[in-house]
Nanobody
């Protein structure tokens, strides 16, 4: 299983930007589909964006489409989430996840807090 460590969270004002990073180790990174999830207090964890192993295929939740961009660097075993035009409703703990089988994620990071103030 791959190990994942997120970084880059913090406090930002509405309209601002943050870039989350996720470092992977212990596996063949390009074999993994990567996803960014988030969980706000009292809410279920939701998929924000995902990217295929090659990096060519991406998906975004409607709530972040046009504002967030997921990318990966397979040479560095890194995946990123660029978040622009942040809104207070984007406040959540953001998790990086990796999976091989379609629809499943087997490895999770510890999460990084993103707080957007109004």
């Amino acid at each position: 299983q791959v190990q994942l460590v997120e970084s880059g969270g913090g406090l930002v004002q509405a309209g601002g930007s943050l870039r989350l990073s996720c470092a992977a180790s212990g596996g063949t990174f390009s074999n993994y589909r990567m996803g960014w999830f988030r969980q706000a207090p009292g809410k279920e964890r939701e998929l924000v964006a995902r990217i295929s192993g090659s990096g060519w295929g991406t998906y975004y939740a409607d709530s972040v489409k046009g504002r967030f961009t997921i990318s990966r660097d397979n040479a560095k075993n890194m995946v990123y989430l660029q978040m622009n035009t942040l809104k207070p409703e984007d406040t959540a703990v953001y998790y990086c996840a990796a999976g091989v089988a379609l629809g499943s994620y087997d490895s999770w990071g510890q999460g990084t807090q993103v707080t957007v103030s109004s």
